[in-house]
């Protein structure tokens, strides 16, 4: 077999899978887990059922998939650190910017991912496997926020005596999806609302800067 012609084998199934998972994101934050079938989400993605038992074994598997392109934004296998917006919250030229940039990020990222995230949680309860995904996704999300804690460490920007661990539990809290749903759907702000919020508090919360003037 030709390279060109595995490429487009890959090609083709990486398109059903990203399609699939889409599918089955609409259903799922639409009508909950355990309504939604996988016979219902091959026919919202327009495949047979076997084509997705094929490509993901499980309902379990589906829903993972939808939730890892739901913080991704897309269906590439690119890791959250190695995406553009933590690349450059990280590489910001202070701490003030580089919370600014890491909440905007996240309000991005929560607009698509917070609803399925209810989702995985609601359901975590009652099933196994949606248990061990919402602990790996918590262990996620908590590694990505030690890495912003890591770099106001060594920016010398945090509060003293707070240390990037505790640093990054606050985040995890603060940045959380359970947060993010109770401001903006339960109290009905904005996800720009939101995002200043979070501002502020992660300031408040792990520096000394919410006081200070900004530079220039």
Same mark, same amino acid.
Request: no cysteine; aromatic share 12%; glycine share 8%.
């Given at each position: 077999m030709s390279t060109r012609s595995t490429d487009g084998r890959l090609a083709r199934t990486r398109a059903t899978r990203a399609r699939v998972a889409e599918a089955a994101a609409r259903l799922f934050?639409?009508?909950? @887990? /355990?309504a939604t079938s996988i016979q219902s989400v091959a026919a919202e993605a327009g495949v047979a059922a076997q084509t997705v038992y094929n490509a993901f074994g499980t309902k379990a598997a589906v829903l993972k998939e939808a939730l890892d392109q739901?913080?991704?934004g897309d269906a590439e296998p690119v /890791?959250?650190? #190695? +995406?553009?917006?933590v690349r450059a919250a990280l590489a910001a030229p202070d701490a003030r910017e580089q919370i600014r940039l890491q909440a905007a990020g996240t309000a991005s990222v929560m607009e698509r991912v917070a609803p399925l995230s209810e989702v995985v +949680?609601?359901? /975590? #309860?009652?099933?196994?496997?949606? +248990?061990?995904?919402? +602990?790996?996704n918590v262990d996620q999300r908590r590694a990505v926020q030690r890495v912003f804690a890591e770099r106001l460490a060594e920016r010398g920007a945090l509060r003293p005596g707070l240390s990037a661990d505790e640093a990054a539990d606050t985040a995890l809290a603060l940045l959380?999806?359970?947060?993010?749903?109770? @401001?903006?759907v339960r109290c009905g702000w904005s996800a720009d609302r939101w995002r200043a919020w979070a501002v502020d508090a992660l300031l408040r919360q792990l520096t000394d800067l919410a006081s200070a003037p900004e530079a220039g």
């Open positions: 934050t639409a009508g909950g @887990y /355990a739901a913080v991704a /890791a959250t650190l #190695d +995406r553009p917006w +949680r609601g359901a /975590a #309860d009652s099933d196994a496997d949606l +248990r061990a995904l919402w +602990r790996a959380s999806p359970e947060v993010f749903t109770l @401001y903006t």
